[in-house]
């Protein structure tokens, strides 16, 4: 079980804004740690999509935000298309009582009706 | 060219070891924090190792703790994951991870396509 909890899945249609949560705790994400967000296109390695405070790497469309409140994060997807279709991930840092180590969500699969 | 490059899985019986390997180029690797991610089949991503730098720090899951370990030759810009007692639930695809940034606020942004270790009998 992954310490950061995402939806398994998430689905819209070509055009509409889709949200993936990420929930954490006060030993994460509640800590002010950061969060990251990961794309993972099928048989491929994940890349970094947006990093904390909305930095995006080069590359990616502004499509993409995240945002922060508490103990959770969300990734928005606005203007959903056909090739955003693939698994994606939070990561932050946690300070836990079995000691730091960098933790991520399960992953939610995002499909484009 | 700015990758990395896992090498060195396979099919091991449990209880025995291997060694990854993961070679980078494009980039200064003597200046960066590297880790190792597993990803078990059809799963999510699990943080396994990360070691400092210039190798003076190393951490470990739980998971891997006591079992794993973690090292670089910066020279030859080579990470590696020395996988000692091999239980089935270590079956992954093991990848390598650039870090930049502070424990707390980095992130990991360049990945290996991974190399996949099988534990069974």
């Known amino acids: 079980q992954s310490v950061l909890t995402q939806p398994p899945s998430v689905s819209g249609a070509p055009g509409q804004r889709v949200t993936i949560s990420c929930t954490g705790s006060s030993s994460n994400i509640g800590a002010g740690y950061a969060v990251h967000w990961y794309q993972q296109l099928p048989g491929t390695a994940p890349k970094l999509l947006i990093s904390?405070?909305?930095n995006w790497p080069s590359g990616v469309p502004d499509r993409f935000s995240a945002f922060k409140s508490g103990t959770s994060a969300s990734l928005a997807i606005t203007g959903l298309q056909a090739e955003d279709e693939a698994e994606y991930y939070c990561?932050?840092?946690?300070?836990?009582?079995?000691?730091?180590?960098?933790?991520f969500g399960g992953g939610t699969r995002v499909t484009v009706l | 060219q700015v990758q990395l490059v896992e090498s060195g899985g396979g099919v091991v019986q449990p209880g025995g070891s291997l060694r990854l390997s993961c070679a980078a180029s494009g980039f200064t690797f003597s200046g960066h924090g590297m880790h190792w991610v597993r990803q078990a089949p059809g799963k999510g991503l699990e943080w396994v190792a990360v070691i400092w730098f210039d190798g003076s720090k190393k951490f470990y899951a739980d998971s891997v703790k006591g079992r794993f370990t973690v090292s670089r030759d910066n020279p030859k810009k080579t990470l590696f994951l020395q996988m000692n007692s091999l239980r089935p639930e270590d079956t992954a695809l093991y990848h390598c991870?650039?870090?930049?940034?502070?424990?707390?606020?980095?992130?990991?942004?360049?990945w290996g396509r991974g190399t996949l270790v099988t534990v069974s009998s």
């Open positions: 904390d405070n909305n």
């Open positions: 991870a650039k870090f930049t940034g502070t424990d707390e606020f980095g992130y990991f942004d360049l």
């Open positions: 990561q932050s840092y946690d300070t836990g009582l079995t000691g730091s180590q960098w933790v």
